[in-house]
């Protein structure tokens, strides 16, 4: 409410200054002595974090709703470094605490703040803001997945099951409805005695008046506590109504000034391409034609132009500015002597000028418009200049290079088996056979769970507490979502290129890779092993089925590469049933693959796996970085999940439902297990009798004794296995203060060259 009514720029410079006291405190004049304390250093970072996850909140607001677009480019490059630096922070204390999950309720309490103030935002430019290219690729993708798929011809036996499915299930509908009009018929009361009758009918009359003051009364007692909504203001209110429809006429302007900033900066460029483009080319025709000469001068011979990846003729403008600088360095010091005491006037003088010159953040509006319209046209006008003096050189070393000059040698890259084909094929050949694939229409959010209110509690007095599914939840925004959604954050980030989801079946783990594409707009690919196998068989066949799927998810990034029951392609011994199948066919090409994955291929692959003890350890933590264990809901998670779910099967909770005594019954079974549970509680006709007969706790406990829960055994050797991965090992060494004794790596490198 208070982030309404205030302004953006107020919310703007608010969260500036929040930020320049931080850069105060991380960057101080004087270096401050190091804290060897573990704790109090995690302490410190925990706050740091808190605090920029403030700052990125405010910006993500002010950015989204902000019109004007030079002032967004401004918001845009300060959101892109927080992220980073929220990023750096979180990568900090995993290597400080040896763990994914960390726990700061006391931090919080120490703050403030809430656990939904703490909650990593997913900034909304993700999905609003793409180029037309990318616009384009992903249309084209969305009509690729509309089409029919070819059905494949149906044996007699299977078809007959379908039919004999189909008359089964119309025979107990009809069965059912038979049911449901013969039990609930009114029931006649017989009695020859009319006074009875009288007494019989005043008690039920009395009890129910008396029932219906008394619930009212409980009613408004937990109206008066706060305890219940009152109905007077409905969910959502006006006010609500009507700042989503001020949000939603704000982005429709965003993109009306857009367009029109576009517009000018185009016009803007165009007077400088007719004012200054011809003398700007020749001035530059002449710089470039002077190098040239200067090096044949020297070496005899005309050297070659700098390819694009060296920087083309920036790199010639560099290298003249260098020789310059080294001719001015060299005339200075034969003039040292009787000059020196006049630099270090002109030395004191520029640092003067530099601190008149110096752009506080309080003053960053002022230099906006410079900033833009000058920097940003011009840039666009260079690089119109220098394609055309790139020809122009060209075609003047072609005709002056003597004959016989050796060229640099270059490196031989792969051959690409699909050079000849189009984007639209490939996705086209990719969609048949099953591995690109439409992510599920669901949003991270939709991953229900409640906070860890007692972690640090219970890690100070040496117990690990179990993450909560919030906790998980943030930890894939952080290493899945905000890298792919940002180029800038995913080039300066930490580089994540693979991340492996560990936990039982029922979990949510394919849930999280559908709602990690759907929050960034990113392709998904499916390499199970139970998806490929049969597909692209052969060496031959596999490099191309790979390298079919590399070039498409470069091409249509942010990419997603899920790689279901990722232990099958490291197992230690391949099942009898399994061997037809080679799961392992992907074992040696695919951690190659990976390497090719640079910072600017916004390219993640997620393996999600439930039984990580039937595979190799050492080939799988070398290919997974990020190892993330996902339990079973806590007490508050399972709560929610109860209550939200019901609701959104239709579902009305009253006091007849315990959803206290559900969550705790229901201790042991997954969010999977609790959906399955709701859907078959809450149909069509049960929901029509709600009104006669409202929902209670024992219906469901009755569906959840069918189910096979996640015993104790299960969750514990998940944990043992986990204790076995690098993080897990470090995690034990620091805890029992091994890591302390243990020499640091030089020396260990130092004793082995010595024994050598």
């Not at 006649?188 to 007494?199: N, Q, T, V, Y």
């Not at 990690?516 to 031959?540: H, I, M, R």
Request: aromatic fraction near 8%; include cysteine.
């Amino acid at each position: 409410g208070s982030n309404i009514l205030m302004s953006y720029d107020q919310l703007w410079a608010d969260a500036q200054s929040e930020l320049s006291r931080l850069l105060e405190e991380e960057l101080p004049a004087e270096p401050v002595s190091p804290n060897k304390d573990r704790v109090v250093f995690f302490q410190h970072l925990a706050t740091l974090y808190v605090r920029y996850i403030q700052v990125f909140r405010q910006l993500e607001v002010v950015y989204d709703q902000m019109v004007h677009p030079q002032k967004r480019r401004v918001v845009r490059e300060i959101l892109d470094g927080v992220m980073g630096r929220v990023l750096e922070l979180k990568n900090e204390m995993v290597e400080k605490e040896f763990s994914e999950y960390h726990y700061m309720d006391d931090v919080l309490h120490a703050l403030k703040l809430t656990p939904e103030e703490v909650e990593v935002p997913i900034p909304r430019y993700f999905l609003n803001e793409c180029s037309k290219e990318v616009q384009e690729r992903k249309g084209m993708l969305m009509e690729i997945l509309k089409t029919p798929i070819t059905i494949k011809e149906m044996t007699q036996e299977e078809a007959i099951r379908i039919i004999q499915r189909a008359e089964r299930a119309r025979q107990g509908r009809l069965r059912a409805n038979f049911i449901e009009r013969t039990r609930y018929r009114p029931k006649h009361f017989r009695s020859d005695d009319r006074e009875s009758a009288a007494i019989y009918i005043q008690k039920m009359w009395r009890g129910a008046l008396v029932r219906k003051k008394i619930k009212i009364a409980q009613y408004e007692e937990m109206i008066w506590l706060g305890m219940i909504m009152d109905p007077k203001h409905p969910v959502p209110c006006p006010a609500e109504i009507a700042v989503q429809a001020t949000e939603a006429c704000t982005r429709i302007k965003q993109k009306e000034y857009e367009e029109a900033y576009h517009k000018s900066a185009e016009d803007i460029t165009n007077q400088l391409r007719k004012r200054e483009g011809h003398d700007m080319s020749n001035a530059q025709k002449s710089q470039i034609r002077q190098w040239f000469h200067r090096c044949r001068e020297s070496t005899g011979v005309f050297p070659d132009y700098p390819d694009e990846e060296e920087g083309g003729s920036a790199l010639i403008f560099t290298e003249m500015h260098l020789m310059e600088e080294i001719a001015a360095k060299e005339e200075s010091n034969q003039r040292s002597q009787w000059k020196g005491t006049v630099e270090h006037k002109q030395k004191k003088d520029k640092g003067k000028e530099t601190e008149k010159v110096r752009i506080q953040p309080a003053n960053i509006e002022k230099y906006i418009y410079m900033y833009i319209y000058i920097t940003h046209t011009h840039t666009l006008f260079y690089l119109y200049i220098y394609i055309y003096i790139y020809i122009y050189v060209c075609v003047y070393v072609c005709t002056h290079k003597k004959k016989g000059s050796k060229s640099g040698k270059k490196k031989k890259k792969d051959k690409d088996l699909t050079a000849d084909r189009t984007l639209e094929s490939l996705c086209q050949e990719l969609v048949k056979q099953g591995l690109l694939k439409q992510a599920k229409n669901i949003r991270l959010q939709d991953y229900l769970g409640d906070y860890s209110y007692l972690g640090s509690t219970l890690r100070q007095n040496d117990i690990e507490p179990m993450p909560s599914l919030s906790d998980v939840r943030q930890v894939l925004t952080l290493f899945a979502v905000l890298p792919l959604g940002s180029q800038v954050v995913h080039e300066k980030a930490p580089l994540i290129k693979a991340m492996l989801l560990v936990g039982p079946s029922g979990v949510g783990k394919k849930m999280l890779v559908h709602a990690v594409c759907q929050e960034t707009g990113a392709t998904l690919f499916d390499l199970s092993p139970l998806n490929t196998a049969g597909k692209y068989p052969g060496k031959s066949g596999l490099a191309l089925m790979l390298q079919m799927v590399f070039k498409v998810a470069k091409l249509m990034q942010p990419s997603v590469i899920w790689i279901g029951d990722a232990e099958k392609m490291f197992y230690k011994k391949v099942p009898r049933e399994e061997k037809e199948l080679d799961p392992k066919r992907l074992k040696k090409d695919l951690p190659k693959l990976l390497k090719l994955i640079k910072g600017e291929d916004r390219i993640l692959i997620i393996g999600t796996t439930k039984d990580p003890a039937n595979a190799d350890i050492k080939l799988l933590s070398k290919m997974y970085t990020k190892i993330v264990l996902i339990p079973r809901p806590d007490y508050g998670s399972r709560y929610i999940l109860w209550k939200k779910l019901i609701r959104n099967e239709g579902g009305e909770i009253t006091e007849a439902l315990n959803l206290s005594c559900l969550a705790k019954i229901s201790d042991g079974y997954t969010s999977g297990h609790i959906v399955q549970a709701v859907q078959s509680v809450v149909t069509k006709g049960r929901i029509l009798l709600q009104g006669k007969r409202p929902l209670t706790a024992d219906e469901f406990v009755t569906s959840l004794a069918k189910i096979d829960p996640v015993f104790q055994k299960e969750e514990e050797a998940l944990k043992n296995w986990y204790a076995k991965t690098p993080l897990g090992r470090k995690r034990i060494r620091a805890a029992t203060g091994r890591e302390e004794e243990a020499p640091p790596p030089q020396l260990k490198a130092a004793e082995k060259k010595g024994k050598n």
